[in-house]
């Protein structure tokens, strides 16, 4: 595979790139995933609202993510890498039942919390890491990126303390349920060897053991993403000693 | 926002510690994170709320409220390197006790830095007023080298003392107490300037007093020793200490080595206290927060924000660096006494001192193994 030239990068970070290409091919090819399937995800949530609005309001979501996973797309081919997205590999395909789940029964808030408490939380501080370490445009997009759903985080969040302050102890009863069944399949992504076979996105072998190449780490990478959610969880109102406790149960 | 008496921030003192609180929080139904897994997550942990405290008083129906905040800084960066972020840590920490609205907050260990001169650290306090609860923890330790004395028919009037991190809020606050009472004073510590100031300081009070930056200059000479050093691991040796010398290791961490040789030194952990009137934590973390082989024993620092809720002075008292008198000492002595707070049961690594003599009494080398089969290291 040839590598493509960039001329915004200097001789020295086309070489790295070129590289750890199958590096970043991987880390591509996770995001793109993680992308259209909230594309999916908030396509679905169209479907359930009522109010036009927030028909409107999902499908520009919808939209924004199919975006997301076009520049990481274009990163690939940037860096000389064929970017394949699997919505249907064994992880995504279970954070996508678990969101089906809530479309089933219509639960709005339930969608809300599965998609911009839990699954962008993920998505945000991965992001923002790489985005730390990756070297030029790569490194830009997935900060920029993360920026981008971080806004929806805020955003949603606003609309979900309201909904938690009507009735605190049933909201919190549903975000606990939807823990259990969500964290896990994130944590059991996360952790920081796949123990329990390829994980269906991953080109060939498992990136993880890679990743101190480009200067990250599987640890890293979930330590930041249960950061990133008990920051959320904190921001929501759930008491700090809830919360520690909900992620202290997860696996490893 | 709940209306809270108290809240105690802390950290962790060791990778054990911090394995136990989340084997604890995992549940017995689940197997405890293997040790690599809780170094990998815990340094992610934001600063929370581990768990409520309420504690009791003698005093008919004194209670006080709490909360017990973890800042989570992980036991092995308590290096000056990773001084801003730890501050950073410290700071989010209190920032969630006034947040929970606690009316004084307690400094514990590390924390104390935020206030030791870092007043502007501070997140914006609106009704929260904060100590380092130094002044306590300074009450402790007199009263235990008291003890220990008393114990080993040792009379303070014919013993040198040396006080190691001297220059600390809580080494200097130990140094104007026991002065006056002892033949004379070492005080050690890294910065010559501050050494001179408190040796000029005692010296006015007619007290013989030496100064040096290097323990080992001194440890020979010394029939008692404080440790009182802010240092990130136990790593002080206290090489060619006299025999029979009573060491108190007040740091947190600990400061002395596990590897320590100190072959007749009658060592045990200062600061500590206990509460008469109970600890009640939910979730149940009692005895894993506070790890002591007695029940309801807290650092004397956490045990100065209990006292002063208990006793209704919601007041900053203890702050700032080296203004810890024997004036403070006994005032805040009298007020924890009232609310049923002494001096907590001696202990050391190998445990009680008091209760079997002998077991507190370190005759073999701290790196051998104690005569009760158990390692002589402490945890960390």
Partial sequence: ?252 | MTSLDFALIGHPESWRAAADVLAFLRGPELTPLPDDEVRDILPWIPPRTVCHVDAGSPIAGATARGLYIDSFIPPDRLEAANLRENIARVRAAAASAIHSGAKIVSLGGFSSILIEGNFDQLPERRDTVFTTGNTLTVAFIVQGIRKMCALEGRNLRNETLLIVGATGDVGSGCARCLAPLVKRVLICARNVERLRRLAAELQADGVQVEVATDVEQFSAEAGIVICAASMASPALLLGGLAPHAIVCDAGYPKNLSPGADMPGARVFFGGLGQITGGLRFAPDLRGILNRHPFPNVVHGCLLEGIALALEGRFEPFSQGRGSITPERVAEIESIAARHGIYLAPLYNAQGPVEAGRESGRLACSRRGVSPGGGSCQQQG
């Fill in chain 1, 1 to 252: 595979m040839e590598a493509a030239v960039d001329f915004a990068q200097s001789p020295t970070e086309c070489t790295t790139i070129s590289l750890s290409a199958p590096i970043w091919q991987d880390v591509l090819a996770q995001a793109m995933t993680g992308e259209l399937l909230a594309a999916m995800n908030y396509t679905s949530l169209s479907e359930v609202c009522d109010d036009p609005a927030e028909v409107a309001e999902a499908l520009e979501h919808a939209q924004n993510e199919r975006g997301h996973a076009a520049a990481f797309a274009a990163e690939g081919r940037r860096i000389g890498v064929n970017v394949a997205s699997n919505v249907d590999a064994k992880h995504w395909k279970r954070l996508r039942g678990a969101f089906l789940g809530c479309i089933a029964e219509r639960d709005f808030i339930g969608c809300l919390i599965v998609q911009e408490i839990m699954l962008e939380s993920f998505a945000v501080a991965s992001y923002s890491r790489v985005g730390k370490v990756a070297p030029g445009s790569l490194g830009e997009t997935f900060a920029r990126i993360a920026a981008e759903e971080e806004e929806h985080i805020e955003h949603a969040l606003a609309f979900l303390r309201t909904e938690r302050a009507r009735d605190a102890q049933r909201f919190d009863d549903k975000l606990h349920r939807l823990h259990l069944e969500v964290m896990t399949i994130l944590a059991q992504m996360l952790a920081k060897e796949c123990k329990d076979g390829h994980c269906e996105v991953c080109q060939t072998s498992c990136v993880k053991p890679s990743l101190f190449e480009v200067r990250l780490s599987a640890a890293e990478l979930r330590g930041a993403s249960l950061q990133q959610y008990l920051k959320t969880l904190d921001m929501l109102g759930i008491p700090g000693e809830v919360s520690l406790s909900w992620v202290a149960q997860l696996p490893v």
